[in-house]
């Protein structure tokens, strides 16, 4: 189904989907142009300068029809730029290029993230499960993950952006020579510019190369971390090495809480609750939370 929206005197676009890949792409007009498989249903909203946008899998007897992939539910987007986006996105991979925008919000579940040449003031995702690859330029940028790895690359100067997430390999590359970077970790190895940090049980370390003038803060659990000056000469000067005293169990713990549960689906909120209400077997929850691609929320139904 294909279809345009106007956007004129919107400011903010955001868009809460549920349906297979995601591609999102400029539009050089002032309409936001859709086209969605046939399994999908589409509803907007316009409040103010904001246009609310939401992408649903067709349904029957109030549950999501459970027919992902290829055409049927598959969602393509043109969006003006120069808007503040708040995505909300599921099941699927994500394809996102070529946008600036002066607020972006990323949220979603499961599937691989691509974006390229991101530029906005400032960016903030939130993401469960999948491979992240991210080329952006931002003034501040926030990066919480669960699980799998992580490819940034930051351009331009002046930034500040954090990293946190449970597990997963995490490689930064920077436009810039001069960064103030802080690592925090339980296990996995750390190089800078190809030079060895540390290796096995990291803890905390504070370094900085060429003046320090961009802070880059990487805090993951398990996996390993490696960072890529501009020029990749640097002069790396390590201002602080210290193991941390908490527990490894509390931080697992306390990182895994702030990047899982946080994020649920309202979908997934309706099986729980139906199973509270013994409604549905457990067995009959999970395999629906399953059908919906979101397995790794299982744990859900104990909370």
Known sequence: MKGQIPTEGIKRVSI????GDVRIL????????????????????????????????????GIPFFNFGGSNGDIELYIPRDRSL?????SGDI?????RGENISLKAVSGDINIGRLLCNSFQAHLTSGDIDIDMETKKG???????????????????????GVSGDVDVDTETNSIDLYIKGISG????NNESI???????KHLVTDGGRNRLSINVISGDVSVKTGKGTGEIKILQQAQTNRPESQISTSIENDTAISYIPEEVKKVRDMYRAGKLSKEDAMSLIDAMGYGGLNNILEE
């Open 16 to 19: 809460d989907g549920f349906g």
């Open 26 to 61: 400029p539009s050089e007009g002032n309409e936001l142009v859709y086209n969605i498989g046939g399994g999908l249903e589409i509803q907007h909203e316009i409040r103010e300068n904001s246009l609310f946008l939401k992408i649903r899998s067709k349904s029957v007897l």
């Open 86 to 90: 708040d995505l909300n996105l599921k």
């Open 95 to 99: 394809f996102f290029t070529d946008y």
């Open 142 to 164: 926030s990066l919480n993950f669960k699980s799998g790895d992580v490819r940034i690359f930051l351009r331009g100067e002046d930034w500040s952006v954090d990293i946190s």
């Open 189 to 192: 190895d750390i190089s800078v």
């Open 198 to 204: 540390g290796t096995g049980r990291i803890g905390n």
